[in-house]
């Protein structure tokens, strides 16, 4: 693939000339009608090379429901997305990719120890899935929090054209949209939270947590994945901003003790690209590419497949622990069953997700050691990230899949799984607790930490019958057809773009 001359990268270390610099800040206009803006930008780095040979870095875009949803709508409308690169310390110019235009954020590494794997990471990110890891509080994080959502806004607002429609994204920038409403009051905003929102009980350890609150506050429409996650934001408002709730809006109030504004808290359960997974199951190298990989497991009678980040989120502790007990008593058998697990790395500079791989790691070691033959394992674990064909073809090889998040925004790793199962064969396992769990109601539902239950529900989905698996698998199928991520964003702009009006009632 030759990358074109809009796309290559531009740091402020690559010799760049004053001509070349002109013509490239050129094609860049500075003022978006719609911006998109979330800690990462929808590209990661690649590197090709030219005809002539020589290595050229180049972008190329990131797999990933969010960019799939997006980057249309982007190329259609005159938009531009806001996110950091991904490279600490690196000044990376404003550039072109596939008829999108990309707006850097610079981050020092000093950034992306404080604001990223500190207080997004280790204390947002825990507290918000209801403390399954205890949550760190740190001065020092939070002000390196605040610094870097000014930057982010900042960028917004040096490139938003007036009245703009701005849509941030996710936990990492909650302060943005109070931070742009601040520097412009006119534009339109908009902010998507993809993770849980606690109950105002957990919420209530945050030593921030009215300036968090006031930051959602900053935007028209604060769109969440549950019903729930919307009314627990709704209940801190109240108790932690002051604000007032009538009609299921939020009146905000004003310096002089009035209403000032209303925000709208409502439920848009994200979902998947579907004519990209469902032409991606239909294409016959994947096919082939599903019955290479149970060939290549000695074709047992059962393939279960966990697919995760390797994140203490996903259960896959309380998924293992259920499957060793199986085998132990004999439920399984290692001739009979596989289980392929697929970790891909993450955030792994985090002393939680550091342990957690130690104890993943430790715990399939022993359970392999233990059941393994010389023909057969009980466990194949990869700690690999897959592009999606990949993923298409392990969801066709496997006849279970298990989803057993403790705590989880949606999981759209299960409504893949669905989705690739074109003739409605296989079965899902998913944990209620999972915000997939709203919509998939014919999966085998489970609570993950009742181990017995989750040993039923995997042995029922084990022996599921061809004619109850296809009556669950058509309805979930139908669902997600019926709603997929063009949806999501279409039904979000739209709630944004309509107008108020105030009930006082
Ligand atoms: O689910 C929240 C999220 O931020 C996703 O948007 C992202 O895909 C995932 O977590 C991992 O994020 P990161 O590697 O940027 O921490």
């Known amino acids: ?43 990661d780095r690649c590197s090709t090379t030219d ?12 797999p990933g429901g969010l960019v799939t949803a997006l980057a249309p709508m982007m190329t259609k409308t005159d938009g531009a997305w806001v996110g950091w690169h991904g490279a600490p310390d690196e000044t990376v110019h404003p550039f072109h990719h596939e008829r999108m235009d990309l707006v850097p954020v610079q981050l020092s590494t000093d950034d992306v120890e404080h604001y990223y794997e500190g207080f997004s990471n280790a204390t947002l990110w825990p507290l918000y899935h209801d403390v399954i890891a205890k949550p760190e509080y740190h001065r020092t994080w939070w002000d390196a929090y605040r610094k870097v959502n000014k930057k982010f806004a ?44 606690p109950s105002p009980e957990i919420f209530a350890q945050l030593p921030w947590r009215q300036s968090i609150l006031e930051g959602l506050l900053g935007a028209d429409l604060v769109g969440f994945q549950r019903p729930s996650d919307a009314a627990n934001f709704t209940r801190s408002a109240r108790r932690f901003a002051g604000a007032t709730i009538k009609q299921q809006q939020i009146h905000v109030k004003g310096p002089d003790g009035g209403v000032s504004r209303v925000v709208r808290a409502q439920a848009f359960p994200i979902s998947i690209a579907v004519d990209q997974i469902t032409k991606l199951a239909k294409d016959p190298a994947i096919i082939e590419r599903a019955r290479q990989i149970r060939e290549d497991l000695g074709n047992p009678r059962t393939i279960l497949l966990g697919v995760d980040r390797l994140d203490y989120t996903k259960g896959i502790r309380h998924r293992l622990k259920a499957f060793e007990e199986l085998l132990d008593e004999g439920s399984l058998k290692v001739e009979d069953a596989t289980l392929i697990q697929v970790a891909s790395p993450s955030r792994e500079r985090v002393e939680q997700y550091r342990l957690l791989r130690e104890e993943v790691e430790g715990t399939v070691g022993h359970i392999n050691g233990t059941y393994d033959t010389i023909q057969n394992t009980a466990i194949r674990y990869l700690h690999h990230s897959y592009p999606i064909e990949e ?17 989880d925004g949606m999981n759209l790793v299960a409504k893949e799984y669905v989705t690739a199962r074109t003739e409605d064969t296989g079965a899902l396992v998913l944990s209620e607790f999972a915000g997939a769990s709203d919509q998939l109601k014919q999966a085998l539902l489970v609570n993950p930490h009742d181990i017995d239950g989750l040993k039923d529900a995997i042995m029922k989905a084990v022996d599921i019958s061809a004619r109850e698996s ?29 107008k108020v009006v105030r009930d006082d009632s």
């Open 1 to 43: 693939m030759q990358v074109p001359e809009s796309e290559k990268l531009r740091t402020s270390g690559a010799e760049e000339t004053a001509p070349e610099r002109s013509a490239n800040a050129a094609q860049h206009q500075s003022h978006y009608d719609f911006m998109v803006v979330s800690n990462r930008l929808p590209v």
């Open 51 to 62: 005809d002539a040979g020589n290595p050229t870095e180049g972008w190329r875009r990131s």
């Open 154 to 197: 900042d960028a917004v607002a040096r490139h938003a054209a007036q009245g703009a429609t701005v849509w941030v994204q996710d936990y990492q920038l909650q302060l943005v949209p109070r931070l742009l409403r601040q520097a412009r009051p006119d534009l339109r905003i908009g902010f998507f939270n993809h993770i849980p929102f």
């Open 391 to 407: 993923m298409v073809a392990l969801y066709l090889a496997a006849d279970v899949m298990l989803v057993t998040a403790l705590r």
């Open 470 to 498: 296809r009556r669950r698998m058509k309805a979930m199928r139908k669902q997600i057809l019926d709603h997929d991520v063009d949806h999501w964003s279409a039904d979000f702009l739209s709630a944004l773009a309509e």
